[in-house]
């Protein structure tokens, strides 16, 4: 299994025993392993075959770990549990694919966050995708403009602990397109974060009960353009 990244070992010694954990878009587990194995409670979300056996392989060896197969948007409409942090790494890009949705996404996770809690999330931006694979479906942003949209909807509500970035290219990487395995080179820089939920305040700033609203509408709505296309 890959490595857990530096930021989630550092959100892993800001949390309280029995802290609960959502892992979105999992992927092979590394950072669902890495909270699971410092017995924290997790739950972790993907919605592809390969990822959700990996996952299942983590929660054979931590039971503390559990898997849900689903779709991002429709675990985060349809769930009603807060967490003490969220994790979403190198997966905001497939999820939205635009600025509105992109702040939408971000009022919906901080509605799923305690106070106090924590949203670990990376950001890709100025992705390089091997020539064959569609970067259709993806949301791509230069960096500038990746790092714009982070602080624009990481505003109100979120303290921001860490930020950083890196870039990164991996040679003959794998991609999916379709059901097939494509292979090229792959680069991105990488804008990472950390924020802290903090209560709402402020004149104009909206209470708690219009934003859960306004988040969940909001989401809804994602869905449905989704389904749409
Ligand atoms: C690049 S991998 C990152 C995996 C993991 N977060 C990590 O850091 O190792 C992206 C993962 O997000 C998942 N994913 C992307 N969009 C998703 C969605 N809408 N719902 C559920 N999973 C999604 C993919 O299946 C894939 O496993």
């Given at each position: 299994m890959a490595k857990p990244s530096d930021t989630s070992r550092q959100l892993a010694e800001l949390l309280k025993p029995g802290a609960q954990i959502c892992d979105l878009g999992a992927g092979g587990g590394r950072h669902a392993w890495l909270f699971a194995s410092e017995n924290f409670n997790v739950v972790a979300v993907d919605r592809n075959q390969q990822a959700l056996k990996a996952l299942e392989q983590v929660n054979r060896e931590y039971p503390n770990c559990q898997v849900v197969g689903d779709d991002i948007?429709?675990?985060?409409?349809?769930?009603?549990?807060?967490?003490?942090?969220i994790v979403m790494w190198d997966c905001v890009h497939h999820v939205v694919q635009g600025e509105r949705a992109f702040d939408?996404?971000?009022?919906?996770?901080?509605?799923?966050?305690?106070d106090q809690g924590y949203l670990l999330i990376t950001f890709l931006s100025d992705i390089c995708y091997p020539d064959q694979l569609?970067?259709?479906?993806r949301y791509l942003l230069s960096r500038e403009a990746a790092a714009r949209q982070l602080q624009g909807a990481f505003t109100h509500g979120w303290q921001l602990v860490v930020e950083k970035e890196k870039s990164f290219s991996i040679p003959a990487a794998e991609g999916m397109q379709g059901t097939s395995i494509v292979v090229g080179n792959y680069s991105a820089t990488r804008l990472v974060r950390l924020y802290k939920a903090v209560p709402f305040s402020g004149d104009g700033v909206p209470g708690d009960t219009d934003v859960f609203h306004a988040a969940v509408q909001a989401v809804a709505g994602l869905q449905l353009c989704r389904e749409s296309h």
């Open positions: 948007l429709s675990f985060l409409t349809s769930c009603e549990s807060t967490f003490d942090a939408d996404l971000a009022r919906c996770l901080r509605q799923r966050i305690a569609s970067s259709q479906d």
